[in-house]
Structure formats: C-alpha cells, structure tokens
C-alpha cells in the first residue's frame, strides 16, 4: 500500500512488514516491525520523547500526511534545533526542548500514542517516578505506550548491560498495562503498554 493509500483509508493499513519494506516506507525491518505494531491511526498525536535526531518523528510524520500531530520533545538542544531546520515550518510535527520526566507543555489527555526509544535506561528512579506521572497526564484514556529498549545482554553497542532493563524488569517498573512484547531484531525489544 503506497502512502497515499494509506492516508485514504483513514486506520491503520499497515498489516504487512513485507509491505511496509516494499513500499518504501523504510529499509530497515526494524522500523517495519516497530511501525506495523504502533497501529497508528490517521490524526492521531504522537509523542516521540526522548526524540534525538527525530528520525522516527519524521516516519510518523510521513506516515500520517498532514492528518494529527507529532511532538519531537528532547533535552538537547542542538537535536531539536537541527531537528526543526530539518522539517521547516509546514509540518506536522512540533519539535521543542523538554524533560519527559517533568512536567511538559503538553496538554492533559491528548496524546494517543507515547513512544519513547533507548531512552529508558537513562534514567533514575526518581526520573522513572517523574516519567510515568507525565505519561499518565498526557495520555488519553486507553492510549498506549510504547518503549523501545536495548536487551539486558552483551550487544556489540550501547549502554552497560547493568544499566539496561529486562522486558520484565521494565513492567515491574511502570504501572501501565503490558500488552504486548514484540522482538525487535536481534538487540532490541518493543514493550506496549496502555493507560487505563
Ligand atoms: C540514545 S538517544 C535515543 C534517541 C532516539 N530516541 C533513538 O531511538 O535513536 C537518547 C535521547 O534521549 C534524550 N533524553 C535523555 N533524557 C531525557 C529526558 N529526561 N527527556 C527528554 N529527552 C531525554 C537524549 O537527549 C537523547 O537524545
């Protein structure tokens, strides 16, 4: 299905990782996994926190034409700057400097989908405190939450393993609903959550 009609069907028409590949919507069957298992939604809003270069904003972005919204929110700075030069001004996507573990600009129940990618290990305690309260304030009734986490082993890149969370380590830490755990390629895992 091309991109254009996928935005015509207004639900979520990526049923096929196969699909997802040969269409062009990414080369990587990591990002294929990842976006068939979001079910993303035409004028959903999207939050990638933590967004880094936001690569993954720009897929959702592109994925949504110009239905809903995407919020690229990160600490740095310089991503977020470059990040906004990158999309100009006619996006979908609102880019702005921001700490997921505190309060943000965002409003209550507004976001249908929180996404958050390697981010996790990062923080302390205090922080995961500090994120689930803002999750649970942005998201919408039923809506989900999606982490993106290295796996608790020897991988030839990323954090030490001591600071990494287990698929079960990371839902004894929140309190949202699992409901689904997807395997993402041979070093990453997507757990999903929702709010009740
Ligand atoms: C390893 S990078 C991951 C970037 C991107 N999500 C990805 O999958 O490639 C971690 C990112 O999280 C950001 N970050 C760390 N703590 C954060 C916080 N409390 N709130 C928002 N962003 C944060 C960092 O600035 C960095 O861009």
Known sequence: MSVDQFQKTG???????DGILRNGWTDSPEY??????????????????GC?????????????GNTGKIYALDVDKAFIGNLKKEIGKKSNIDAFVGDI???TDLKDSSVDIAYLSTVFHI?????IVGFENEINRILKPKAQLAIININKEETPFGPPVE?????EELRQKLSFVPTKLIEVGEHFYMQLFIKV
């Open 123 to 127: 923080f302390s305690e205090s922080q």
């Open 163 to 167: 600071m990494r969370s287990s698929p």
């Open 101 to 103: 573990t505190k309060r």
């Open 52 to 64: 880094g270069n936001g690569y993954m904003a720009i897929k959702f972005s592109k994925l949504m």
């Open 11 to 17: 639900r979520n028409a990526l049923e096929q990782v």
């Open 32 to 49: 294929a996994i990842i976006l068939e298992n979001l079910n993303i939604c035409l004028g959903q809003t999207i939050l990638d926190a």
